[in-house]
């Protein structure tokens, strides 16, 4: 079969052009149409990326809060809270304490598989929307008697063995007291209930809620069942939220190296395995921006070290594999993980092979969340794609710039109303997985632990890394470019569509995926060659558009 | 199973809703406003409520949905958010340059007790609101009714900000459709067309939420009703208002406001509500019934004609909006169906009875529930099995567990791709309806017979 090709098109033809286009001037033009302190706070969060010293790049302003008025990617602390980081688990009923709209655009909206057969219960939420509906009466009354009555209601119905309870906005703001609620209802049903104050107004985006969301896993979950399960070389699996199935190939490749995953946070994930994974010998973070902060406290309280690693690419996935195998220093795990990816790599390198002289050499932005915005960029590289400006809708700094700026960052108002856990060493269960010597030196075998360079080192310079960006910088930067492909959220989808440039989620990957690991990887390069080289966009224009001038020879003639 | 939790045993619930036949007023809000001509919809409130509710409407239309919000912190939500708005009006006039803002409000800035006309009055003298453009407003807690009010509060909006009163009324009607798909409002537009009826209708989201890939984006679509429309919509000479909850508000406050009488219809959905509204546009508008549309009408009773050995008293479950499932029951039991479960998360006095006055004489017991939830409905499904399910996507995973023929129907439609292109209101609009619930009938015969009964004839 023919493969599908695109013509040549107008952007093909200026492909060579983009170098020759100043992004400082761009920049200029942007901030022009601001009104100047929205240009003064904005053009602070829109860096032309630069290399200032030998350790840090261009300082980008990021967590900071939205201007108002401005369109903007992100969402509020309960989506973070609820939707990310909670919604994945599968066996826990997750009641929504607030009017009726949260929990409703929260139900199964992210594409979050899961696999109930594999815990023995089967229970599975994540099916269902559970919420307090709460009407004027509870806004004029309180609504702690609704939210008491709502989690008796579910339990005499469901049996669930773990309810959590998530606070919207108004709740906080007429003063319920969920988390006494919750305290009193565990206590009399006897299974485990806590609650979450992630109102949607607390912090800047939903990156609040991920911090709160990762304070109540620790407080009230992690811990809880000691069982040590057989297996060598236990992991958790943090940050991988299982869109599309991304999780499940993670899982399959662990297996087959012979790692033991304990538990993931948080996708096809259990309760039952959060609840033990604190038994884990190490901890590898997928998003850094979601759930760093559950890796810092299982480390701070029960002495489990943290590695950074990367699932999205073949080449991150081999690298990873190799920092987990160096940092165990075991023979058998080292040669285990070269075989397989030797076992890997030959229909990589033969998907790469086929699709690379179809899409190399074109460009790529990318918009999205704490991390896929950093990750997906070496996934376009092995086709030969060139990202030339990406950026995050809720990261901090160190996203950017790399966690060496952690002590550097300014607590703003806002951050400071999230709770930081003060978080001791366990006095039973602290057990510290290596040589002290090791954990102080955050380095052992020569893998660097709890280590993350950021976005900007792996990007060029002068390319544009852009924080929170607003609905008129993306128009104007796809006007400029014209790449052949942006990646951002539903929201964005279709207003880029509409200038006929295709368009990619990566919060949810459309319908697609999995992305992840070697397979993954496969599926996207792929995906993308659909995407840019569909017959699709040489339809936009009607023939009678490409050439009027004919109506006026049929006139001569 | 999906839903494997739910039980059949069907117990009384007080405080818990699980799964939803309804959300929030704002997108509703949202929605209508965006069937303003140039309009920026505007949320006040914090930033997921905006980023749910565009979200939302874009996974249903599949089109940009733009809007903004006030992005309101935990500061503004303990000062107000005064501050909030007077900069986001400035930086939306500035930066996206809409000619019109409607700004609806949400569960957070209505428990601080924002007043947005007070916020209004600020931004206009301190020159915020640039000569020539537009603010309006709606309230809609989140915690007061549902999406359905949200629509019905912002559609009345436009009549109390803008409709202006006039002696002379002119040879023209105004047509407030409802809460139905773009390609519903433009269906409604050519049968008033056909019939030669003047018109305006608000709010109109044709070419708005359904329209073409050109290579341009607009930011304002080419759709939507004008304010010069809206201020003329005091001077017509009666509204004909589709959908007793979307709709009713905005005409009773036309006819208050402007002295425009009004007739509240049904929804067009199937054969008697499109007579009504028919017969309605030809006496307001003081027309005949072109033959064209005789034509349509007849075809409609031609399919039911042929069609209707296999609707004959087959169980069907609705849930969804009061105004869709009003008329789309009565459409059913005009073609000999039994719509036995019907449930509306929306709470509406006047509903149930409806209901039931119009399954009356059914040979069968008709449950229906206003203020109910996709569980409760689920557990009567079990109880009582059906034929066929007609609802929103969310339906999908009881078609499944089930195993009962579905259509989708309502809002919203997260999987599908079709509804805001192809209407189901009007004669035309009835028999694509129809074709749906033949084809989902008898997709499943041919699934479910047996080799022997295998027909290539149906």
Same mark, same amino acid.
């Given at each position: 079969?023919?493969?599908?090709?695109?013509?040549?098109?107008?952007?093909?033809?200026?492909?060579?052009?983009?170098?020759?286009? %100043?992004?400082?001037?761009?920049?200029?033009?942007?901030?022009?149409?601001?009104?100047?302190?929205?240009?003064?706070?904005?053009?602070?969060?829109?860096? !032309?990326?630069?290399?200032?010293?030998?350790?840090?790049?261009?300082?980008?302003?990021?967590?900071?809060?939205?201007?108002?008025?401005?369109?903007?990617?992100?969402?509020?602390?309960?989506?973070?809270?609820?939707?990310?980081?909670?919604?994945?688990?599968?066996?826990?009923? *997750?009641?929504?304490?607030?009017?009726?709209?949260?929990?409703?655009?929260?139900?199964?909206?992210?594409?979050?598989?899961?696999?109930?057969?594999?815990?023995?219960?089967?229970? *599975?939420?994540?099916?269902?929307?559970?919420?307090?509906?709460?009407?004027?009466?509870?806004?004029?009354?309180?609504?702690?008697?609704?939210?008491?009555?709502?989690?008796?209601?579910?339990?005499?119905?469901?049996?669930?063995?773990?309810?959590?309870?998530?606070?919207?906005?108004?709740?906080?703001?007429?003063?319920?007291?969920?988390?006494?609620?919750?305290?009193?209802?565990?206590?009399?049903?006897? !299974?485990?209930?806590?609650?979450?104050?992630?109102?949607?107004?607390?912090?800047?985006?939903?990156?609040?809620?991920?911090?709160?969301?990762?304070?109540?896993?620790?407080?009230?979950?992690?811990?809880? %069942?000691?069982?040590?399960?057989?297996?060598?070389?236990?992991?958790?699996?943090?940050?991988?939220?299982?869109?599309?199935?991304?999780?499940?190939?993670?899982?399959?490749?662990?297996?087959?190296?012979?790692?033991?995953?304990?538990?993931?946070?948080?996708?096809?994930?259990?309760?039952?395995?959060?609840?033990?994974?604190?038994?884990?010998?190490?901890?590898? !973070?997928?998003?850094?921006?979601?759930?760093?902060?559950?890796?810092?406290?299982?480390?701070?309280?029960?002495?489990?070290?943290?590695?950074?690693?990367?699932?999205?690419?073949?080449?991150?996935?081999?690298?990873?594999?190799?920092?987990?195998?160096?940092?165990?220093?075991?023979?058998?795990?080292?040669?285990?993980?070269?075989?397989?990816?030797?076992?890997?790599?030959?229909?990589?390198?033969?998907?790469?092979?086929?699709?690379?002289?179809?899409?190399?050499?074109?460009?790529?932005?990318?918009?999205?969340?704490?991390?896929?915005?950093?990750?997906?960029?070496?996934?376009?590289?092995?086709?030969?794609?060139?990202?030339?400006?990406?950026?995050?809708?809720?990261?901090?700094?160190?996203?950017?710039?790399?966690?060496?700026?952690?002590?550097?960052?300014?607590?703003?108002?806002?951050?400071? *109303?999230?709770?930081?856990?003060?978080?001791?060493?366990?006095?039973?269960?602290?057990?510290?997985?290596?040589?002290?010597?090791?954990?102080?030196?955050?380095?052992?075998?020569?893998?660097?632990?709890?280590?993350?360079?950021?976005?900007?080192?792996?990007?060029?310079?002068?390319?544009?890394?852009? %924080?929170?960006?607003?609905?008129?910088?993306?128009?104007?930067?796809?006007?400029?470019?014209?790449?052949?492909?942006?990646?951002?959220?539903?929201?964005?989808?279709?207003?880029?569509?509409?200038?006929?440039?295709?368009?990619?989620?990566?919060?949810?990957?459309?319908?697609?995926?999995?992305?992840?690991?070697?397979?993954?990887?496969?599926?996207?390069?792929?995906?993308?060659?659909?995407?840019?080289?569909?017959?699709?966009?040489?339809?936009?224009?009607?023939?009678?558009?490409?050439?009027?001038?004919?109506?006026?020879?049929?006139?001569?003639? | 199973?999906?839903?494997?939790?739910?039980?059949?045993?069907?117990?009384?619930?007080?405080?818990?809703?699980?799964?939803? =036949?309804?959300?929030?007023?704002?997108?509703?809000?949202?929605?209508?406003?965006?069937?303003? /001509?140039?309009?920026?919809?505007?949320?006040?409130?914090?930033?997921?409520?905006? =980023?749910?509710?565009?979200?939302?409407?874009?996974? /249903?239309?599949?089109?940009?949905?733009?809007?903004?919000?006030?992005?309101?912190?935990?500061?503004?939500?303990?000062?107000?958010?005064?501050?909030?708005?007077?900069?986001?009006?400035?930086?939306?006039?500035?930066?996206?340059?809409?000619?019109?803002?409607?700004?609806?409000?949400?569960?957070?800035?209505?428990?601080?007790?924002?007043?947005?006309?007070?916020?209004?009055?600020?931004?206009?003298?301190?020159? +915020?609101?640039?000569?020539?453009?537009?603010?309006?407003? =709606?309230?809609?807690?989140?915690?007061?009714?549902?999406?359905?009010?949200?629509?019905?509060?912002?559609?009345?909006?436009?009549?109390?900000?803008?409709?202006?009163?006039?002696?002379?009324?002119?040879?023209?009607?105004?047509?407030?459709?409802?809460?139905?798909?773009?390609?519903?409002?433009?269906?409604?537009?050519?049968?008033?067309?056909?019939?030669?009826?003047?018109?305006?209708?608000?709010?109109?989201?044709?070419?708005?939420?359904?329209?073409?890939?050109?290579?341009?984006?607009?930011?304002?679509?080419?759709?939507?009703?004008?304010?010069?429309?809206?201020?003329?919509?005091?001077?017509?000479?009666?509204?004909?208002?589709?959908?007793?909850?979307?709709?009713?508000?905005?005409?009773?406050?036309?006819?208050?406001?402007?002295?425009?009488?009004?007739?509240?219809?049904?929804?067009?959905?199937?054969?008697?509500?499109?007579?009504?509204?028919?017969?309605?546009?030809?006496?307001?508008?003081?027309?005949?019934?072109?033959?064209?549309?005789?034509?349509?009408?007849?075809?409609?009773?031609?399919?039911?004609?042929?069609?209707?050995?296999?609707?004959?008293?087959?169980?069907?479950?609705?849930?969804?909006?009061?105004?869709?499932?009003?008329?789309?029951?009565?459409?059913?039991?005009?073609?000999?169906?039994?719509?036995?479960?019907?449930?509306?998360?929306? +709470?509406?006095?006047?509903?149930?009875?409806?209901?039931?006055?119009?399954?009356?004489?059914?040979?069968?017991?008709?449950?229906? +529930?206003?203020?109910?939830?996709?569980?409760?409905?689920?557990?009567?499904?079990?109880?009582?099995?059906?034929?066929?399910?007609?609802?929103?996507?969310?339906?999908?995973?009881?078609?499944?567990?089930?195993?009962?023929?579905?259509?989708?129907?309502?809002?919203?439609?997260?999987?599908?791709?079709?509804?805001?292109?192809?209407?189901?209101?009007?004669?035309?609009?009835?028999?694509?309806?129809?074709?749906?619930?033949?084809?989902?009938?008898?997709?499943?015969?041919?699934?479910?017979?047996?080799?022997?009964?295998?027909?290539?004839?149906?």
């Amino acid at each position: 079969m023919e493969p599908m090709r695109k013509e040549t098109t107008e952007y093909e033809e200026k492909t060579d052009n983009w170098k020759d286009i %100043d992004p400082k001037k761009v920049k200029q033009e942007i901030m022009e149409k601001y009104p100047p302190k929205v240009a003064r706070k904005r053009s602070k969060h829109f860096v !032309i990326n630069k290399k200032v010293d030998d350790e840090n790049y261009t300082e980008i302003q990021a967590n900071v809060r939205t201007i108002p008025g401005i369109i903007s990617q992100r969402g509020c602390c309960y989506a973070g809270c609820k939707g990310v980081v909670m919604g994945p688990t599968r066996d826990i009923i *997750n009641l929504t304490h607030g009017p009726i709209g949260c929990g409703f655009y929260s139900w199964l909206t992210r594409r979050n598989q899961t696999d109930p057969s594999t815990t023995p219960d089967g229970h *599975n939420f994540m099916t269902y929307c559970f919420s307090t509906d709460m009407e004027e009466r509870e806004i004029i009354f309180g609504g702690e008697k609704k939210l008491k009555a709502a989690i008796q209601e579910a339990y005499d119905i469901f049996k669930p063995k773990m309810i959590s309870v998530f606070a919207t906005c108004p709740v906080g703001l007429i003063g319920d007291d969920i988390h006494s609620v919750t305290r009193e209802m565990e206590k009399k049903l006897g !299974i485990t209930i806590f609650g979450f104050s992630c109102e949607g107004y607390k912090g800047v985006s939903q990156s609040a809620g991920h911090h709160v969301a990762n304070n109540g896993l620790f407080q009230h979950v992690i811990g809880l %069942d000691d069982t040590v399960k057989e297996g060598d070389y236990k992991v958790n699996l943090l940050g991988e939220y299982n869109i599309g199935g991304d999780a499940f190939l993670i899982e399959d490749l662990f297996e087959r190296c012979g790692i033991t995953l304990i538990s993931t946070f948080s996708g096809n994930s259990s309760v039952d395995h959060f609840s033990n994974s604190h038994t884990a010998d190490l901890n590898l !973070i997928m998003c850094h921006r979601s759930i760093n902060y559950v890796a810092d406290m299982m480390e701070q309280k029960y002495g489990i070290p943290w590695l950074k690693i990367n699932f999205l690419s073949a080449e991150a996935t081999s690298r990873s594999l190799r920092k987990i195998a160096e940092y165990y220093g075991d023979q058998k795990l080292i040669d285990r993980v070269e075989e397989v990816i030797a076992e890997e790599m030959p229909a990589v390198e033969k998907a790469q092979a086929e699709i690379r002289p179809r899409l190399e050499g074109k460009l790529a932005m990318m918009f999205v969340g704490g991390s896929r915005a950093h990750h997906y960029q070496e996934l376009f590289k092995e086709i030969g794609m060139i990202t030339i400006a990406a950026g995050y809708e809720f990261a901090h700094r160190d996203d950017y710039e790399g966690r060496h700026v952690l002590p550097k960052i300014k607590v703003d108002a806002d951050s400071r *109303n999230i709770e930081e856990l003060d978080v001791q060493k366990d006095p039973e269960k602290y057990n510290p997985r290596i040589d002290k010597k090791e954990l102080e030196a955050e380095e052992r075998h020569g893998v660097r632990l709890k280590d993350y360079e950021g976005m900007m080192p792996d990007m060029e310079e002068g390319d544009y890394v852009i %924080d929170d960006i607003s609905q008129y910088e993306t128009e104007k930067l796809i006007e400029t470019y014209k790449p052949a492909i942006f990646c951002a959220g539903i929201k964005e989808k279709y207003m880029i569509q509409k200038h006929g440039i295709p368009m990619k989620q990566l919060h949810s990957y459309d319908t697609g995926g999995p992305y992840a690991v070697y397979k993954g990887a496969v599926n996207f390069y792929y995906e993308m060659d659909r995407m840019i080289n569909s017959k699709v966009w040489d339809h936009i224009k009607a023939p009678w558009e490409k050439s009027p001038e004919l109506s006026a020879m049929y006139a001569y003639e | 199973m999906l839903l494997r939790h739910t039980p059949k045993e069907i117990t009384e619930r007080k405080a818990l809703t699980v799964n939803p =036949a309804k959300t929030c007023q704002p997108i509703g809000a949202m929605y209508a406003s965006l069937g303003i /001509h140039g309009c920026l919809p505007h949320s006040h409130g914090s930033q997921g409520c905006y =980023a749910y509710h565009r979200s939302t409407l874009t996974r /249903h239309y599949k089109e940009p949905v733009m809007a903004a919000t006030s992005s309101f912190t935990e500061g503004a939500s303990v000062f107000g958010g005064q501050a909030n708005l007077l900069q986001a009006l400035n930086n939306i006039f500035t930066i996206y340059e809409p000619d019109v803002v409607a700004v609806h409000t949400t569960c957070l800035s209505e428990t601080i007790g924002d007043d947005i006309p007070q916020i209004f009055g600020k931004a206009r003298a301190d020159g +915020k609101i640039p000569e020539g453009k537009f603010v309006l407003h =709606a309230n809609t807690p989140s915690y007061v009714g549902t999406h359905v009010t949200g629509f019905a509060n912002m559609t009345k909006a436009m009549v109390d900000y803008f409709a202006k009163p006039a002696e002379h009324k002119e040879n023209r009607i105004n047509i407030i459709p409802g809460w139905v798909e773009p390609s519903d409002m433009k269906e409604i537009k050519r049968i008033a067309g056909e019939l030669g009826v003047k018109f305006i209708m608000f709010p109109d989201t044709e070419n708005v939420l359904n329209g073409p890939q050109t290579g341009k984006f607009a930011m304002y679509p080419k759709g939507g009703v004008t304010i010069d429309e809206l201020v003329s919509a005091g001077s017509s000479r009666g509204t004909i208002a589709l959908g007793r909850l979307t709709s009713g508000p905005a005409a009773h406050a036309l006819d208050t406001k402007c002295k425009v009488p009004c007739e509240i219809l049904d929804l067009p959905i199937g054969i008697k509500a499109t007579d009504r509204f028919v017969d309605s546009l030809r006496k307001m508008g003081g027309v005949n019934v072109p033959d064209s549309i005789n034509i349509e009408r007849g075809q409609l009773v031609d399919i039911i004609t042929d069609m209707q050995a296999y609707f004959y008293h087959k169980k069907v479950g609705l849930v969804g909006d009061p105004d869709q499932l009003e008329a789309l029951t009565e459409f059913l039991v005009s073609i000999d169906m039994l719509p036995i479960h019907i449930v509306t998360g929306t +709470k509406d006095k006047k509903f149930e009875k409806r209901i039931k006055s119009l399954t009356e004489g059914l040979p069968c017991k008709v449950n229906v +529930k206003s203020g109910g939830d996709m569980m409760l409905f689920h557990q009567w499904i079990k109880n009582e099995p059906v034929d066929l399910l007609i609802g929103n996507t969310y339906v999908k995973y009881i078609s499944r567990d089930e195993d009962i023929p579905f259509i989708r129907f309502g809002f919203p439609i997260l999987d599908r791709i079709g509804h805001s292109y192809f209407p189901t209101v009007g004669y035309q609009g009835g028999m694509r309806f129809l074709e749906k619930i033949l084809d989902a009938l008898m997709d499943r015969q041919d699934r479910d017979s047996s080799e022997i009964e295998f027909e290539l004839v149906m």
